[in-house]
Structures are given as C-alpha cells and as structure tokens.
C-alpha cells in the first residue's frame, strides 16, 4: 500500500492497488489484467488510475508546501511503502 506520511490515506484501495501493480511493480500489469481482477473495463481502470495519480500528485504537493512553510526539508516525512 502507498502511504506518505499522512494521517488518513488519500486513496481508496482499488485506487492504491492499481498505482501498485501498474507503476511501482517491478513487473506492472495491463489495465486487462486489472480490469478482469475488479470486474470493471479497462477504460475505468485507466480513469480511476488518473484520478488516484493525481490524487498521489496533490498530497504530495501538499506535504512540500507545509514541509517549506514549516522550514523543514521536504522529503523529510516522506515515506513510500
């Protein structure tokens, strides 16, 4: 599961498994397989794995902007698991 130093998660389950298998396995599967594990088309696994990306995109904006106005490093909480 992804999680970045945050008090509550930012994804939902599909949408942590979907950024998991398709962009941080060594070994990414297709949207196909994907699509067959939920039950759903590859086109709305493809739309939910945008949405979660972005959401990944913003919480880690987020965390930058409060790290610089806090003073510390940015990466400094920043843990990816």
Do not use: N
């Not at 994804?11 to 060594?26: D, K, M, N, P």
């Not at 397989?33 to 709305?44: C, T």
Request: hydrophobic share 50%; net charge positive.
């Amino acid at each position: 599961m992804l999680i970045i130093g945050l008090q509550k998660p930012f994804v939902s389950g599909f949408e942590a498994r979907s950024i998991q298998a398709r962009r941080l396995a060594e070994d990414p599967v297709t949207l196909e397989e994907l699509a067959a594990e939920f039950g759903v088309s590859r086109e709305r696994v493809r739309q939910i794995e945008v949405r979660a990306f972005e959401k990944v995109q913003k919480a880690v904006m987020s965390h930058v902007a409060a790290a610089q106005v806090r003073g510390a490093a940015p990466g400094a909480a920043m843990v990816l698991a």
